[in-house]
């Protein structure tokens, strides 16, 4: 559906009440992802099994894979209203779990909930942006969606640390509930009012969801091979590296390569910097806490610092200005990103000496995320027929989501291995040393995009 078609059967103040509604969703969802960042150490302090540690990020991760992949599929099928309503409930109902968990299996078990709502919800977001919004406006929408996420970049970490240390960190999770029924009380009006009907000729793929499951039980079985080294963890890394090639090929696009230019660049760029970025963001504010010193509250003002990377990134991918076609953001994005995780790399592997080069870095890969992210979504709805705009969509979200988890899951790998030979510098320095790796990856892969034409426009 085109943007004027949508204009016409959607009333002004309905579709002004949407694009507020889907703008207070996204800052629910992403405080919910900022402040649990800071509140984990302490919620690993207060519940044990610091070694599952990981699996709080990738828990939710790994359910978001599998949940943006069926909800691409229902939401090309039936539409995203349905999809974007069961999203809604499903991620409450994990923040019920999560905010009154007394162990951490109970709070593991929350945030893979979370993620099953979460991952829904994105990805109907990006389908109701596709089909009511034309293409100037989805750059701005793009652009408020980052500004929606920096708003609680800045003050999620703080707002969770004062919660944690004056009340409890179950509050962080209870204290999202209002803000996500606001948005679903600005949108369900909206939503119901609004003409999008299905494309009838499109059935759902039920290849593609059993391979959603699998690449996900995958994910998983890479990451407890990467628990305990032992002979059983050879056994689980074959069996999660042999799902994994077997259930990828069915959530890509047709004739996928993962040395393709194009859409599948775009694809594997969004995966790779994803995974980077998101194994380093887990584990910063516990190395902050437990090798620098830092406190809950400062640890928090540190993530909100290199928020600031990420908004300058989002503003600056947006102007009008700005002559570079859209695949050289994305690359330049990489780049930054991959020199920031360089720095804290660095920095891990000296603790206490190099704060200030931590800071610097992590502005620098904030700033690379800000210009990626968005990048790689409007260059995948500009390389997309209308009719495929949820599946990829779907293909690049399930990309994010599978390498925000993987990428957790080796930070945990890295760190299991430090704590077992009580190195912390080694955990954390290792850490962030393949969170590098993973940036440069992104890198070499962000240079195959080829050209895509920029249309940015001005918030």
Same mark, same amino acid.
């Given at each position: 559906? #085109?943007?004027?078609?949508?204009?016409?059967?959607?009333?002004?103040?309905? /579709?002004?009440?949407?694009?507020?509604?889907?703008?207070?969703?996204?800052?629910?969802?992403?405080?919910?992802?900022?402040?649990?960042?800071?509140?984990?150490?302490?919620?690993?302090?207060?519940?044990?099994?610091?070694?599952?540690?990981?699996?709080?990020?990738?828990?939710?991760?790994?359910?978001?894979?599998?949940?943006?992949?069926?909800?691409?599929?229902?939401?090309? /099928?039936?539409?995203?209203?349905?999809?974007?309503?069961?999203? =809604?409930?499903?991620?409450?109902?994990?923040?019920?779990?999560?905010?009154?968990?007394? $162990?951490?299996?109970?709070?593991?078990?929350?945030?893979?909930?979370?993620?099953?709502?979460?991952?829904?919800?994105? &990805?109907?977001?990006?389908?109701?942006?596709?089909?009511?919004?034309?293409?100037?406006? /989805?750059?701005?929408?793009?652009?408020?969606?980052?500004?929606?996420?920096?708003?609680?970049?800045? &003050?999620?970490?703080?707002?969770?640390? %004062?919660?944690?240390?004056?009340?409890?960190?179950?509050?962080?999770?209870?204290?999202?509930?209002?803000?996500?029924?606001?948005?679903?009380?600005?949108?369900?009006?909206?939503?119901?009012?609004?003409?999008?009907?299905?494309?009838?000729?499109?059935?759902?793929?039920?290849?593609?969801?059993?391979?959603?499951?699998?690449?996900?039980?995958?994910?998983?079985?890479?990451?407890?091979?990467?628990?305990?080294?032992?002979?059983? #963890?050879?056994?689980?890394?074959?069996?999660? +590296?042999? &799902?994994?090639?077997?259930?990828?090929?069915?959530?890509?696009?047709?004739?996928?390569?993962?040395?393709?230019?194009?859409?599948?660049?775009?694809?594997?760029?969004?995966?790779?910097?994803?995974?980077?970025?998101?194994?380093? *963001?887990?584990?910063?504010?516990?190395? &902050?806490?437990?090798?620098?010193?830092?406190?809950?509250?400062?640890?928090?003002?540190?993530?909100?610092?290199? #928020?600031?990377? %990420?908004?300058?990134?989002? %503003?600056?991918?947006?102007?009008?200005? +700005?002559?570079?076609?859209?695949?050289?953001?994305?690359?330049?994005?990489?780049?930054? $990103?991959?020199?920031?995780?360089?720095?804290?790399?660095?920095?891990? %592997?000296?603790?206490?000496?190099?704060?200030?080069?931590?800071?610097?870095?992590?502005? =620098?890969?904030?700033?690379?995320?800000?210009?990626?992210?968005?990048?790689?979504?409007?260059?995948?709805? *500009?390389?997309?027929?209308?009719?495929?705009?949820? /599946?990829?969509?779907?293909?690049?979200?399930?990309?994010?989501?599978?390498?925000?988890?993987?990428?957790?899951?080796?930070?945990?790998?890295?760190?299991?291995?430090?704590?077992?030979?009580?190195?912390?510098?080694?955990? =954390?320095?290792?850490?962030?040393?393949?969170?590098?790796?993973?940036?440069?990856?992104?890198?070499? $892969?962000?240079?195959?995009?080829?050209?895509?034409?920029?249309?940015?426009?001005?918030?």
């Amino acid at each position: 559906m #085109s943007g004027e078609v949508a204009a016409a059967t959607i009333p002004r103040p309905s /579709r002004r009440g949407l694009t507020i509604g889907l703008l207070i969703c996204v800052v629910a969802i992403a405080f919910e992802a900022m402040a649990v960042l800071t509140a984990m150490p302490a919620a690993a302090r207060d519940l044990g099994d610091v070694d599952l540690y990981a699996w709080a990020f990738t828990a939710f991760g790994l359910a978001q894979t599998f949940a943006i992949v069926a909800a691409g599929q229902f939401s090309d /099928r039936v539409g995203p209203k349905a999809p974007m309503m069961v999203g =809604f409930v499903v991620f409450a109902v994990g923040l019920v779990l999560a905010g009154s968990a007394s $162990t951490m299996p109970l709070l593991l078990l929350g945030r893979f909930v979370q993620g099953l709502g979460g991952g829904t919800m994105n &990805l109907a977001v990006m389908v109701l942006v596709a089909r009511v919004f034309d293409e100037q406006e /989805r750059a701005r929408m793009l652009t408020g969606f980052s500004a929606a996420w920096m708003g609680p970049s800045f &003050l999620g970490p703080p707002i969770a640390a %004062w919660l944690t240390e004056h009340a409890s960190w179950h509050w962080v999770f209870w204290s999202v509930l209002p803000l996500l029924l606001f948005a679903g009380a600005l949108i369900i009006r909206p939503l119901l009012r609004a003409e999008l009907p299905p494309h009838d000729h499109v059935s759902v793929n039920r290849r593609q969801l059993w391979s959603a499951a699998l690449v996900a039980l995958g994910a998983m079985g890479v990451q407890l091979a990467g628990q305990r080294i032992e002979w059983w #963890s050879l056994a689980w890394l074959a069996g999660g +590296l042999a &799902l994994l090639w077997y259930g990828l090929p069915a959530l890509l696009p047709t004739g996928f390569g993962f040395y393709g230019r194009g859409l599948d660049a775009v694809i594997g760029t969004r995966a790779a910097i994803s995974a980077g970025y998101a194994g380093a *963001q887990s584990f910063l504010p516990l190395m &902050l806490v437990q090798v620098e010193g830092f406190s809950l509250q400062n640890a928090g003002i540190f993530i909100t610092i290199g #928020s600031v990377g %990420w908004m300058a990134g989002a %503003w600056l991918q947006s102007r009008p200005w +700005l002559r570079l076609r859209r695949d050289l953001i994305i690359a330049v994005g990489a780049a930054s $990103t991959a020199a920031g995780l360089a720095a804290l790399a660095v920095a891990g %592997w000296l603790p206490g000496r190099l704060v200030a080069l931590s800071v610097i870095g992590w502005v =620098f890969a904030g700033l690379g995320m800000g210009l990626a992210v968005a990048s790689t979504s409007l260059a995948v709805m *500009q390389l997309s027929a209308p009719v495929e705009i949820g /599946r990829n969509t779907s293909s690049l979200q399930m990309g994010e989501a599978l390498g925000a988890g993987i990428g957790a899951g080796l930070a945990g790998t890295m760190f299991v291995l430090g704590t077992s030979q009580a190195n912390p510098t080694l955990g =954390f320095g290792g850490l962030l040393t393949v969170m590098a790796v993973l940036g440069l990856l992104s890198v070499a $892969t962000a240079v195959r995009v080829g050209a895509v034409e920029n249309h940015s426009v001005t918030l």
